[in-house]
């Protein structure tokens, strides 16, 4: 169970005319559960919410700020890779699965804001290193192989591709044998391309992340 803190944007470019862009502050909390089927294979389930007011950056808006509320649904099927064969040494997990991250801003023609789906199948890995017996570092990176972006409201129209990454990289304490304290960095981004005078709409997350993890 983690807690996210940090900044949040929404930019887009266009032919001919200077970008257009918002930010703010974003909160929320997030949740990841990993179920074992053996020693090495196992199942996961990330969700995460995150609300938020963007303000304007710069360009022309006909309203200068708007709320959003955006979600992130994560299902993995991961493969763990122990090096050293012992669960106490470096560990790598390799894992796919399905990724969907949605945008729900308030919905505003004008300005081209609504709710903005990006979804598809993720690829990614994920290593941690020992530095002592209670402390490790772990960094994560990964990105949907095959994104597809959807609007509630037709805003932009059809985008020519879209593209996403996820990085976060972080320390873990062991405090206890079945608990242990979490927190890292978080960067989020997802983004589409377009052939028309829109050619970039892009969000970007960068956050601060504290959890615990709960094992049983």
């Known amino acids: 169970v983690g807690l996210f803190l940090g900044l949040g944007s ?49 360009g022309t808006f006909s309203s200068e700020t708007n709320s959003t509320s955006n979600s992130a649904t994560r299902v993995k099927l991961g493969y763990k890779y122990l090096p050293m064969g012992f669960f106490y040494g470096p560990q790598i997990d390799f894992y796919t699965g399905y990724g969907n991250y949605n945008y729900s801003m308030t919905t505003n023609t004008t300005d081209q804001f609504t709710d903005f789906t990006f979804s598809g199948v993720l690829l990614g890995a994920k290593g941690t290193l020992p530095m002592m017996e209670t402390l490790r570092l772990y960094l994560m990176f990964d990105f949907l192989l095959t994104s597809t972006y959807k609007e509630k409201v037709n805003t932009f129209g059809n985008d020519d591709s879209s593209s996403n990454y996820r990085l976060e990289f972080g320390g873990q304490y062991l405090y206890e044998p079945n608990i242990t304290f979490s927190g890292g960095l978080y960067v ?29």
Do not use: C, P
């Open 10 to 58: 929404s930019s887009v470019s266009q032919s001919g005319a200077s970008e257009k862009s918002m930010n703010g502050f974003l909160y929320g909390v997030d949740v990841e559960a990993e179920i074992w089927a053996t020693r090495n294979y196992w199942f996961g389930l990330d969700l995460g919410k995150k609300f938020g007011k963007y303000s304007k950056d710069q």
């Open 188 to 216: 989020l981004s997802n983004k589409a391309n377009f052939t028309g005078a829109t050619k970039e709409e892009q969000f970007k997350d960068v956050s601060a992340k504290i959890g615990t993890i709960f094992t049983f």
